[in-house]
C-alpha cells in the first residue's frame, strides 16, 4: 500500500521521510487504489479532484501493466528456446563464437550448413539417378 512514516536516521527533524516500495506498475496501482478509497467521499473539489486523477491513472496503467505482461511472457518464452538450444547443442564459452571455429552454435550458422547439405543430398541424388540410368 502507501508507505508509512519512517523518522530520519540518526534523529527526527521533523520532516516526513517515506521508505518507499520499489517502483512499479503494480505499486502505483496500489497507491492509486488507496487514495481512490481516501477520496471517495467527496469532502470537498480538491478530494473529487484527487479522485479523478487517480481514475485517470489507473486508465493509463493497465494498457502499460498489459505491455509488461506481455514482455516478460515473451523474455520468458525466448528463455525457454536458449535453454532447448543449449540442451541440444551445448553451451558456447564465446571466443569460439568470435573465431568462426563454432559452426553449429547459431541458428544462422545451423540454416547455412543445412542449406548446403539439402544441395549435397541433391547432388549426390542427381549423380546416383545419372549412374542408374546408365548401367541399364
Known amino acids: ?4 512514516r519512517v523518522a530520519p ?18 505499486q502505483l496501482s496500489k497507491v492509486c487504489d488507496f487514495w481512490l478509497l481516501k477520496g471517495a467521499g467527496y469532502d470537498g473539489p480538491a478530494s473529487r479532484c484527487l479522485f479523478e486523477l487517480g481514475h485517470e491513472i489507473k486508465a493509463l496503467l493497465q ?3 498489459q505491455e509488461e505482461y506481455r514482455r516478460k511472457r515473451r523474455v520468458q518464452h525466448l528463455e525457454q ?8 547443442f551445448g553451451d558456447s564459452d564465446g571466443e569460439s563464437l568470435r573465431t568462426g571455429e563454432e559452426k553449429i552454435r547459431s541458428p544462422l550458422a545451423m540454416m547455412q ?7 549435397q543430398i541433391q547432388d549426390l541424388t542427381d549423380q546416383l539417378e545419372h549412374a542408374r540410368a546408365v548401367s541399364r
Open 1 to 4: 500500500m502507501v508507505a508509512s
Open 9 to 26: 536516521h540518526p534523529i527526527s527533524s521533523g520532516l516526513s521521510v517515506r521508505a518507499l516500495p520499489e517502483t512499479s506498475f503494480d
Open 63 to 65: 494498457p502499460l501493466q
Open 81 to 88: 528456446m536458449m535453454l532447448q538450444w543449449i540442451e541440444v
Open 113 to 119: 550448413m543445412l542449406q548446403a547439405q539439402a544441395r
